[in-house]
């Protein structure tokens, strides 16, 4: 708090012993910002609305207005740069503790050293901005690869689980790739979809959704790509350290190969194993067949 | 489903997993994009990543190279793509983001040529009958024909020519139907189609790119009794005179038995190939050349001390460097400096002088860099170097450990076997001296 106060004080800020809320949207803290300015105070803490609070302090309910939002929206590229407005905004999707404050702060010492502290990278604020939009990216990046759409006739839909709020921050990846699909990505986290059609996306709330079943041309592919994960690994060379460290367990559940809804790998293998028993081996061109018959009666 | 599984059992032991290098945006009417920076989507249970749907057309192959799996006097089940269930396979597992695209490769049907057709079919079927926008890695037969190789270069994202052994000799012991020359014609043809395609390019907006994410190969690694000198020297060429974006190398597993070969029961020199894989980067991203690494004298890394430590150490003159004035190029050099981490200093260091603490928050191993900076002219305050001190500090037990076979005779410190990396007797004091001034 020591460098807010000295910060505060040369610029004749008061530190008050306030809490802010505001109703949880971006343009509800950029409000923040603005009450901060016009009163010239710096508020001990800021909650969102439906947020635990933990200290008692006295709480001061922040409106969120259009136009004041844009006028400090406006004014970061201006007074700082084009570059803090994006960490500005992926530090708001990012989940570090008291985001708020931290941006807050951010902006109080950009508003004061314009362009530099862009560069100010050892700076405690600047830095765990910075830390906690890498986190996010490393997140979203990760995510370019995790997600693993289920196809249902003419749609597929993938659920995912993240820590941040990414769906912005992959949504231009899967966009620009399957121009041609409708798909759905849904964060089951903080309750919202990615929706996408043939010329129009969308990030709408949407909460409690479950996946259908999947069909038999679907359960096949799950099949074979879990067939093919398995088959992939040397086992003279299995290093389990290091597969969770590049690909942590808690994005398992969602990943067909290795927890997905198709089921343990070891039941893949047994059924697979029933199925040769059975009959020849399925080729390929087969289940083709059999993915064009579902097609057409669906 | 058996198919599949066998045919990607017999493409594991290919490394090269990346989808970097094509930037290719979506297209309406086309799926898919590639990314330049490569995206992950999986990771096998040996930890290594899994981009591309990576397979071969077949297993069944005329050739007999002794390391090789697939090869002909080797007694496995042989099974057979067609191009349709190649094309197929791949935008199935695309649609459904299992993967960044496809890696094809084969054993040699009938002939080289005959090989590149089958691999030609299933990629024009796949860009121009399901217009597939995404990555592909194709493997060239060495000994196809010019053209065919041509015709497959416009059709794929990357082209691999596996050089498989180190030198010329272990080639004629190990991989007799391979030679040198047959190996390198395709990677120069390769080399000399993509400069010239890019002055195409700009000729004409519209003409096709060959192999845009460029060339690379893989070596292996242990199977023969070549050094780690002469490796990283043939790397180094390759990167200079193949314009090269890669090079792979794998740690032999045995997979046959073969009076030629280490015993099946060798485990894999995991540890080695991690050490080369960090030479590489040294090569490529910090401006290191092969020969400050290793030499004649000193042929192989040290296994306790990365290359980076080592060449420190060993060069003690050149340090300590002053954090806040030290050219970009030589904090690239510092043992504990990253890329990311020298290019955040220099950002860092435009808006305030750095001190320890600062350099900690920018990401900098000071653990191992502590020995080797001053920050405003002084050391790390009661920082003490002594022999003992330097070396632990700078060998990384933990983080070494997956690569450690398991039961290995403990290694100690004043171990022959990496006495090279010890600084020569009186060096310590001088050195001493020079971090304290």
């Not at chain 1, 006295?58 to 084009?82: M, N």
């Not at chain 1, 990216?137 to 759409?149: A, D, K, P, T, W």
């Not at chain 2, 023969?224 to 180094?236: K, M, V």
């Amino acid at each position: 708090m020591g460098g807010i106060q000295e910060r505060g004080g040369s610029l004749m800020f008061k530190p008050s012993a306030l809490a802010y809320t505001y109703d949880g949207s971006f343009e509800g803290l950029l409000c923040c910002v603005f009450e901060s300015y016009t009163w010239k105070e710096i508020p001990l803490a800021v909650h969102s609305e439906g947020e635990e609070q933990g200290l008692l302090l006295e709480s001061k309910w922040i409106e969120t207005d259009k136009h004041k939002a844009e006028r400090v929206l406006k004014s970061i590229p201006l007074r700082i740069s084009p570059e803090a407005e994006e960490l500005v905004r992926l530090g708001f999707w990012s989940n570090t503790p008291e985001k708020e404050l931290l941006l807050l702060n951010f902006l109080y010492l950009g508003f004061k050293h314009g362009r530099k502290v862009m560069n100010m990278l050892a700076d405690d604020t600047v830095h765990a901005l910075q830390k906690a939009v890498q986190q996010l990216r490393r997140e979203g990046h990760l995510y370019l690869g995790f997600v693993r759409f289920s196809v249902y006739g003419p749609v597929m839909a993938a659920v995912i689980e993240p820590q941040g709020y990414i769906l912005p921050v992959i949504q231009e990846h899967f966009c620009d790739r399957f121009q041609g699909e409708s798909f759905m990505i849904y964060d089951q986290t903080h309750e919202v979809a990615l929706i996408h059609e043939p010329g129009r996306e969308a990030i709408i709330p949407l909460s409690g959704w479950t996946p259908p079943e999947p069909d038999e041309a679907e359960e096949a592919y799950r099949r074979l790509w879990t067939g093919f994960y398995h088959a992939i690994g040397i086992k003279e060379r299995r290093n389990e350290r290091l597969r969770s460290s590049l690909m942590p367990k808690r994005y398992w559940k969602h990943m067909v190969e290795m927890n997905g809804s198709n089921g343990v790998p070891a039941l893949a293998a047994a059924q697979r194993k029933k199925a040769l028993q059975q009959e020849p081996p399925e080729s390929i061109g087969s289940l083709r067949a059999s993915l064009r018959q579902t097609n057409t009666h669906t | 489903m058996e198919k599949l599984e066998i045919l990607t059992a017999s493409a594991k032991y290919d490394v090269a997993c990346t989808s970097s290098g094509s930037d290719r945006k979506g297209q309406a009417g086309s799926l898919g994009s590639t990314a330049a920076m490569g995206i992950c989507h999986s990771f096998a249970a040996d930890g290594r990543c899994i981009s591309l749907l990576k397979v071969l057309m077949t297993n069944a192959c005329v050739y007999d190279c002794a390391y090789c799996v697939n090869r002909k006097s080797n007694p496995v089940r042989r099974a057979a793509f067609t191009p349709e269930e190649i094309a197929d396979l791949t935008m199935q597992f695309y649609r459904r983001n299992y993967i960044e695209g496809l890696f094809l490769s084969s054993g040699i049907m009938r002939n080289p040529d005959y090989t590149t057709e089958q691999l030609i079919s299933a990629l024009e079927l796949l860009r121009n009958v399901y217009h597939f926008n995404g990555y592909i890695h194709v493997k060239a037969i060495p000994g196809a024909d010019d053209v065919l190789l041509s015709r497959l270069g416009l059709l794929a994202d990357r082209m691999s020519v596996n050089i498989e052994l180190p030198s010329q000799e272990s080639l004629g012991i190990l991989a007799p139907d391979k030679s040198k020359i047959s190996i390198l014609k395709p990677m120069g043809l390769i080399k000399d189609k993509i400069k010239e395609n890019s002055s195409d390019i700009v000729k004409y907006n519209h003409a096709p790119r060959f192999a845009p994410a460029g060339q690379s190969t893989q070596m292996i690694i242990g199977a023969s009794p070549d050094t780690d000198y002469q490796i990283l020297n043939l790397t180094e060429g390759l990167y200079r005179k193949y314009s090269l974006k890669r090079v792979f190398y794998s740690a032999y597993t045995p997979v046959i038995e073969d009076s030629l070969l280490p015993s099946l029961d060798t485990k894999p020199p995991l540890l080695r190939e991690h050490r080369l894989y960090q030479a590489d980067w040294l090569l490529r991203f910090y401006g290191f050349q092969a020969n400050e690494l290793l030499d004649e004298a000193v042929p192989n890394f040290n296994p306790l001390l990365d290359p980076k430590c080592s060449w420190a150490v060993n060069h003690r003159e050149q340090f300590p460097v002053e954090i806040n004035r030290a050219p970009y190029e030589m904090l690239l050099r510092v043992p504990g400096i990253g890329v990311r981490s020298a290019q955040r200093i220099v950002k860092a260091r435009r808006a305030a002088t750095l001190d320890f603490h600062a350099l900690k928050k920018l990401g900098v191993v000071l653990k191992r860099a502590q020995f080797f900076i001053t920050c405003k002219g002084k050391p790390l305050e009661g920082l003490k170097v002594s022999e003992h001190t330097l070396l632990r500090s700078l060998m990384s037990g933990q983080q070494l450990a997956p690569y450690q076979p398991a039961q290995v005779e403990q290694l100690t410190l004043f171990d022959d076997h990496y006495a090279a990396a010890l600084p020569a007797a009186g060096g310590w004091a001088e050195f001493k001296k020079g971090a304290e001034a």
